[in-house]
Each structure stands twice: as structure tokens, then as C-alpha cells.
């Protein structure tokens, strides 16, 4: 079975094999079952593709303090997400951040993911704790204002 994905997969690459595009299969000796680590990598050309227009709404109700990991809370694991997700967009993509509990709070407004946006709007991320309780009423008609400014 393995052998089969990895045949399909080399037959599958976009031209001659080689070091950069070589399927490595490693698998467990350990365990009765046989796992697989496959690492791909997308060609280094670019293509050119249109920015996206992205608006985060996020709960910052209490609940969102509880521990979603041993180690990190709901909260924690959410902006952990959301910095990992701002640092892949591209200056063509714009990004706004609203949170919402019994308030609705546009922390930043919609704008141009550049190194020093992308570094603002990931300290406003980290800055964002947890307080009151969710008022579900708001959080969508503020992001669907923010879409209909464009």
C-alpha cells in the first residue's frame, strides 16, 4: 500500500525526479501499524494570484479563559492560530480584526498586510484577553459593516 501512494506520487510530480522533488517515506518500527511522514514542497516559482480581503471576528466572552490544551487556553490557542494565519498573507491582502462579548470592538480596521501592518495587528491580536459574555446579536452585522465600506 505504501509503496503504491509513493509510485503515485513520484508519477505525479511535475517533471524529472530530483532532490528537491523526491518522495522520503519513513515509517515506524515501533507499532503495529505503519505511519507515514510525507513533506511536500511547492515549486519555488510564485504565481500571481488576486489579495483576499480577510475580517476575523472572535468571542472574547469568558468562556474563551478555559483551557482548551493542558497548556494554553481557548484564547491563547485562537491567537496563536490567527498570528500564524496574519504571517502568510501577502501586502495585497487586507486583514481587519473585530472581537465581540457584550461589546463589539473593531481592533483594527481593514488594511494592507505590509511588515509594520502585519506586525500592528499581531500586537493587537496578543492583547486581546478574555472579559464578559457573548452577546451573538452583533459580531456579524460588524463584520458585514466592515464589508459593505469597501
Known amino acids: ?10 508519477g505525479n510530480l511535475n517533471g524529472t525526479p530530483s532532490s528537491s522533488n523526491k518522495i522520503q517515506v519513513t515509517m515506524s518500527k515501533e507499532t503495529s501499524t505503519k505511519d507515514m511522514l510525507l513533506s511536500l514542497k511547492a515549486p519555488s516559482e510564485t504565481t500571481h494570484r488576486n489579495g483576499v480581503d480577510v475580517i476575523f471576528v472572535i468571542d472574547r466572552s469568558g468562556s474563551m479563559d478555559e483551557m482548551a490544551t493542558k497548556m494554553r487556553s481557548k484564547m491563547r490557542l485562537l491567537c496563536d492560530t490567527l498570528k500564524f494565519a496574519i504571517s502568510h498573507f501577502t501586502e495585497q491582502d487586507r486583514v481587519s480584526v473585530v472581537t465581540f462579548d457584550d461589546d463589539v470592538e473593531v481592533i483594527t480596521d481593514l488594511n494592507e498586510m505590509t511588515d509594520n501592518r502585519k506586525s500592528y495587528t499581531i500586537k493587537q491580536i496578543e492583547s486581546i484577553i478574555p472579559r464578559g459574555s457573548t452577546n451573538n446579536r452583533f459580531q456579524f452585522k460588524m463584520g458585514h459593516l466592515i464589508l459593505i465600506s469597501i
Not at 500500500?1 to 513520484?10: A, F, H, K, P, R
Request: aromatic share 10%; proline share 0%; net charge negative.
Open 1 to 10: 500500500m505504501i509503496n503504491s501512494i509513493v509510485d503515485w506520487l513520484q
